[in-house]
């Protein structure tokens, strides 16, 4: 279990599996997306639930954490989003330790997703990504990544 600042853990997951969830989703997606979410066995809807600090005094004991993010909504996105990222990179790294397939993705329609998974709750959507075996046709070669010197600096 990987960590999160002050284990806030604001990320919340739906498992996209039956066909009508896959389709309700699908048709929040971009037109290159919406196969892939078809085909795939599972799609993973990763949110971050914007009240993750009223679950601070079960998960941060040590003091009452909530004042440190329940005062201000731009913080409490910030951290929930920042947070819920990381949770997200840690379920990816985690299915693929179990020896899936993941394709994360960005190209979807937020507000659609947001009301037809989310609606009456306090959580918004991060990103989603399905899971499956792929067959690797289609795919890319493994595309190039930036040198060290020019992603990092040491100071």
């Known amino acids: 279990m990987g960590p999160t600042s002050a284990n806030c853990s604001p990320a919340r997951f739906i498992f996209a599996s ?17 196969p892939k ?45 920042r947070n819920s990222s990381l949770q997200g990179g840690y379920f990816i790294i985690a299915a693929r330790a179990l020896g899936w397939d993941t394709g994360p993705m960005s190209g979807f329609d937020k507000a659609k997703v947001d009301a037809g998974f989310w609606a009456g709750t306090n959580v918004e959507t991060n990103f989603i990504c399905s899971l499956g075996k792929g067959t690797g046709d289609g795919l890319f070669p493994r595309l190039p990544r930036l040198a060290f010197k020019d992603a ?3 100071l």
């Open 152 to 154: 990092a600096t040491i």
């Open 18 to 34: 039956s066909p009508e969830a896959k389709a309700k989703l699908a048709a929040c997606a971009s037109a290159a997306n919406a």
């Open 37 to 81: 979410i078809l085909a795939a066995p599972v799609t993973a809807i990763i949110g971050y639930d914007m009240k993750f600090y009223d679950k601070l005094p079960e998960l941060f004991p040590h003091t009452d954490a909530r004042g440190w993010f329940n005062g201000s909504e731009a913080i409490a996105r910030e951290t929930a989003f």
